[in-house]
């Protein structure tokens, strides 16, 4: 099992930037990769990239490619979020997700974190 526990949501104006953090409990995340979605009011759950713990390697969906970026600190087991040039249309519920790398699809969720990026 892996816990995970998103934090540093907040309102931020268009334009500014905000970091999101998740930290992970549980078990080691080697061979795991580590994904952040976001939902917004109304639509589904997006995925918006994501990281492979191990080498580090990371990547984007075309919606966010330039302004966020993706990273982690092994030694506090937690997966960052850096959001860069914020929308408003990228206000939604931040979630970080685990799946072990020769998984398809995500086995591990948090519990969320609201964004709201005023215009």
């Known amino acids: 099992q892996v816990q995970l526990v998103e934090s540093g949501g907040g309102l931020v104006q268009a334009g500014g930037s905000l970091r999101l953090s998740c930290a992970a409990s549980?078990?080691?995340?080697?061979?795991?990769?580590m994904g952040w979605f976001r939902q917004a009011p109304g639509k589904e759950r997006e995925f918006i990239g994501e990281?492979?713990?191990?080498?580090?390697?990371?990547h984007y969906v075309d919606s966010v490619k330039g302004r966020f970026t993706i990273s982690r600190d092994s030694a506090k087991n937690t997966v960052y979020l850096q959001m860069n040039s914020l929308k408003a249309e990228d206000t939604a519920v931040y979630y970080c997700?685990?799946?072990?790398?020769?998984?398809?699809?995500?086995?591990?969720y948090g519990q969320g974190t609201q964004v709201t990026v005023s215009s």
């Open positions: 990281i492979s713990w191990t080498y580090g390697v990371t």
């Open positions: 997700g685990a799946r072990k790398w020769d998984s398809s699809g995500y086995d591990y």
């Open positions: 549980g078990r080691t995340l080697r061979n795991y990769y």
